[in-house]
């Protein structure tokens, strides 16, 4: 079954303590992006990454890391977190081939920095 | 101006009821167009691409005015399983960025 896969679901952590959200996707997409909703705001993509060792920033990078060593994973770090990063996070793939851009999304990660 | 408008929603509408959906997007560069489904706290998925000529999808309907930038959907005989928060989505440069609209929400009443 084609699918991304996020972990954890759901993280509560305190301020300043460094945490990973998994990503993996099994469709061979080049194409890995990262977002997080917040009510009012709607969906604002953080990094997202073209290809292997390939990344850039999105609307909000700031107090994001990502890395893409490998295509199918797209971990998304935040080095110190704080109160402000409690959101809905979303990663997402998708392939370059025209006619085929359609975004398919993880389950979500929902964080809370206390 | 935000690059992907919506209406703001919310609309409730008794069942039965043809709802639609107005989209409108700022760059004329943009390439691809779909809607999306959001259940609440879930994952967005893919409800159907919008293609120029116009598509339909049982009680679904999309439509796509490239030179007013403008997109539509309209679902017809809805369903109390139709709620939802329905995201306009555009993408451009050959699918790497994708534009989310901040979504409408339906709500769909017995």
């Known amino acids: 079954e084609a699918q991304v896969t996020q972990n954890p679901r759901y993280l509560i952590t305190v301020t300043g303590k460094k945490l990973t959200v998994t990503c993996s996707q099994n469709m061979n997409h080049e194409y890995m992006s990262w977002y997080r909703q917040d009510p009012g705001l709607g969906l604002r993509q953080i990094y997202y990454?073209?290809?292997?060792?390939?990344?850039d920033k999105g609307d909000v990078p700031e107090g994001y890391k990502v890395s893409r060593k490998e295509k199918r994973n797209f971990p998304l770090i935040l080095e110190s977190p704080s109160p402000n990063q409690t959101s809905l996070y979303f990663c997402a793939s998708s392939s370059p081939t025209p006619g085929r851009w359609e975004a398919f999304f993880g389950q979500g990660t929902r964080l809370t920095v206390v | 101006r935000k690059e992907v408008e919506q209406d703001p929603g919310p609309f409730n509408v008794p069942e039965g009821a043809t709802v639609a959906f107005n989209c409108t997007y700022s760059?004329?560069?943009?390439?691809?167009f779909f809607w999306y489904r959001q259940d609440c706290r879930k994952e967005p998925k893919l409800l159907m691409s919008?293609?120029?000529s116009g598509n339909e999808d049982g009680r679904f309907t999309a439509q796509l005015n490239r030179a007013s930038q403008y997109i539509s959907l309209l679902i017809r005989d809805s369903k109390l399983s139709d709620s939802a928060t329905y995201l306009c989505?555009?993408?451009?440069?050959?699918?790497?960025?994708?534009?989310f609209g901040p979504g409408t929400r339906l709500s769909v009443l017995p």
């Open positions: 990454s073209m290809n292997v060792e390939v990344t």
């Open positions: 760059n004329s560069a943009s390439q691809s």
């Open positions: 989505v555009v993408t451009s440069n050959y699918g790497q960025n994708f534009v």
């Open positions: 919008v293609y120029s």
